[in-house]
């Protein structure tokens, strides 16, 4: 019997071999740092008695993961578990031998009040720089709505077949295209890894790139910064919200609420990329309350809060230019929108309140008519990139702004 097990061992671990994943002795040494994200946004469906799976890309790599689960749009305690982390093949399947499962306090399943959030224990793991992995989680009661960040252009895999968390595939899962109660992977990386956060609204949420491709801006920004050696050590997680604002609650929280949890609070973040305000713009066009009809300098007053608040904690910011929107559906462009985009961008250009200014309006706007996007990098509703925009947008960034983490 003894001889039988030693044998099923040494399978286990050719297995885990050729998946390249190796579970180390210990999790000691190096620095917690995010390497992915997915900020909460809304209640998101009732579950039943169902495991879930999602597919996430890590931007940098490490000796051990932890993931975070969030009950912060919950309306009473959910219990989350068994959860299983493994290597990702295709569609809802992983990859043979690279299952594993996390616990939380040494436990396999955990409750979570309402409102709550939970990191998992490290689970000692080598990870992969931009290595997809199938997350899955059991719910073994029915809950209340569920936490979500709903714009995921990404499959979210739902079955009713009981636990299937360490099942190799779930052929007959309901697809979903919203993250469900995952909001964080974070990886144990050796010194002087740090996190860049990409703090935004749709245009970083990547709405109108390809399901399931990796074809944000961000993702796009992450392949870049490995394949540079000075910069391979940074990590990027994605705090977008479609439909964001500065000032104002709408889709999600506003900026100036969320900015903390979603930004500051990042495991190991040492820059943010901030690209925000057309939603304020565009609100203003067509105003629910008086309060959201907000002005240029409402907006600019809202990212000096946002800076100072980052400074304070020595955290750079960088400002990105607002992106054209010139025939985006009526009300939400208007000319006068347009005159408080070109004010909030020439005082992004030449205030110096940012460590550093990404010019994405000159990068994807039409030369011919600079309120526009310039038709190659449209998605077709006059105001979101499509996959060579999003790309576009990336590959402007200098990476000279992150080379050497800790600069």
């Known amino acids: 019997m003894r001889s039988a097990m030693m044998k099923r061992a040494a399978i286990g671990l050719l297995c885990s071999s050729i998946a390249a994943v190796t579970w180390a002795a210990s999790t000691d040494g190096g620095q917690w740092v995010d390497t992915w994200g997915a900020v909460p946004d809304s209640a998101g469906p009732k579950l039943k008695t169902q495991t ?4 996430i890309r890590t931007s940098i790599g490490g000796s051990a993961l932890r993931v975070r689960l969030s009950n912060l749009d919950g309306t009473g305690p959910t ?10 093949a295709s569609g809802s399947a992983i990859q043979p031998g690279t299952d594993h499962a996390l616990t939380f306090h040494g436990q396999s399943t955990v409750t979570l009040a309402k409102g709550e959030s939970v990191l998992s224990d490290p689970l000692a793991m080598n ?10 989680m059991y ?59 990409a703090f935004g609204d749709s245009i970083t949420d990547g709405y109108q790139s390809t399901n399931d491709a990796n074809r944000r801006w961000p993702d796009v920004l992450a392949s870049r ?9 940074v990590a990027i997680v994605n705090s977008g919200i ?20 979603d930004a500051l609070e990042k495991a190991g973040v040492h820059w943010i990329v901030l690209l925000e305000g057309i ?43 607002l992106t054209p929107f010139a025939r985006a559906e009526w009300p939400y462009y208007t000319s006068e929108g347009e005159s408080k985009r070109q004010a909030v961008n020439a005082w992004i250009r030449n205030s110096g309140a940012f460590d550093a200014v990404i010019d994405f309006d000159k990068v994807t706007r039409d ?29 402007a960034i200098d990476l000279k702004l992150f080379a050497g983490a800790g600069g």
């Open 52 to 55: 879930v799976r999602q597919v």
């Open 79 to 88: 219990v989350i578990g068994p959860v299983h982390v493994a290597l990702h």
């Open 127 to 136: 990870v992969a720089p931009l290595q997809e992995l199938a997350i899955s």
């Open 139 to 197: 719910l073994p009661t029915a809950t209340g709505p569920s936490t979500m960040h709903g714009d995921a252009q990404a499959t979210t895999y739902v079955t009713d077949s009981g636990d299937a968390t360490s099942v190799a595939e779930l052929p007959d899962a309901e697809e979903l295209h919203s993250r469900l109660f995952l909001t964080d992977v974070e990886v144990k990386a050796a010194a002087p890894a740090q996190t860049v956060v």
């Open 225 to 233: 910064l490995q394949a540079t050696k000075q910069t391979a050590s």
């Open 242 to 261: 479609s439909g964001n604002r500065i000032l104002n609650d709408g889709a999600g929280p506003s900026a100036l609420s969320r900015f903390d949890r």
């Open 279 to 321: 939603n304020d713009i565009g609100g203003a066009s067509q105003p629910a309350t008086p309060k959201d009809d907000v002005s240029a300098n409402q907006i600019i007053d809202g990212m000096k809060t946002l800076i100072a608040r980052a400074h304070a904690k020595g955290i750079k910011v960088y400002g990105a230019t």
């Open 367 to 395: 030369p011919a008519h600079p309120g526009r996007f310039l038709p190659a990098y449209d998605s077709g509703d006059d105001l979101h990139p499509n996959d060579a925009g999003y790309k576009a947008m990336a590959n």
